[in-house]
């Protein structure tokens, strides 16, 4: 099992859409997990951190289950401007990264 | 906002010449990495330095990688001899504390390009 899995996309939704994306993890040790997003050509920007079961922010949503190694993230009421990559990082001394998925919102 | 800077932000090289890529870390932050992206792959951790020294490094990061903190400004990521592969987005990052609660805080990225 790859340490950090996702689904890579495309998501392409219209603009007021909810959208989730989900990410599997490997280490079940892992407590700490990170949604990043990353627009194209640009660096990652952090976007939430999950520390326990989840956490929202506005309109996005991360939710974890350790059970499942699982983690979410929901978007309502989705903008153009949301148009990104959203990577999954597991932290540990370094950060590991799934492939990211890419989420593409049209008018 | 303090923010992480890298310089050049596009490095056109020949295979077999040497580089060096640069970044100035947030200024309080002592925990430093490199990481590469290969385009249209996943970012993946290169090295990561503490206290003047490697904490970690990858299988990617070979002879032909290193990293120095020649002031108390500057980072910098030498390739010795570069080949077509090393072509990726070079990314520098900085953090206040290591462990696993620390945000790393990202640069811009430098473009490498190996011909």
């Known amino acids: ?107 | 906002e303090p923010e992480v800077t890298q310089t050049p932000s596009h490095q056109v090289t020949q295979m077999g010449q040497e580089v060096i890529l640069r970044c100035v870390p947030i200024s309080n932050h002592l925990y430093f990495y490199w990481y590469r992206q290969i385009l249209g792959q996943k970012v993946e951790f290169l090295v990561s330095f503490y206290n003047n020294e490697i904490s970690e490094k990858s299988e990617i990061f070979d002879d032909q990688f290193s990293v120095e903190r020649p002031d108390g400004s500057n980072f910098t990521l030498k390739i010795r001899s570069t080949k077509l592969e090393d072509s990726a987005m070079y990314f520098c990052a900085s953090s206040e504390a290591g462990g696993r609660g620390y945000e790393q805080y990202f640069g811009p990225g430098t473009r490498l390009t190996v011909t």
């Open chain 1, 1 to 107: 099992r790859k340490e950090v899995e996702q689904d890579p996309g495309p998501f392409n939704v219209p603009e007021g859409a909810t959208v989730a994306f989900n990410c599997t993890y490997s280490n079940s040790a892992s407590q700490s997990f990170f949604w990043y997003r990353q627009d194209c050509r640009k660096e990652p920007k952090l976007l939430m951190s999950v520390y326990s079961s989840g956490n929202e922010d506005g309109r996005f949503t991360a939710q974890l289950n350790r059970a499942s190694q699982y983690i979410s993230l929901l978007i309502r009421d989705s903008k153009l401007s949301d148009s990104a990559t959203y990577l999954c990082v597991v932290p540990t001394d370094k950060l590991i990264f799934g492939t990211g998925t890419r989420l593409q919102v049209f008018p």
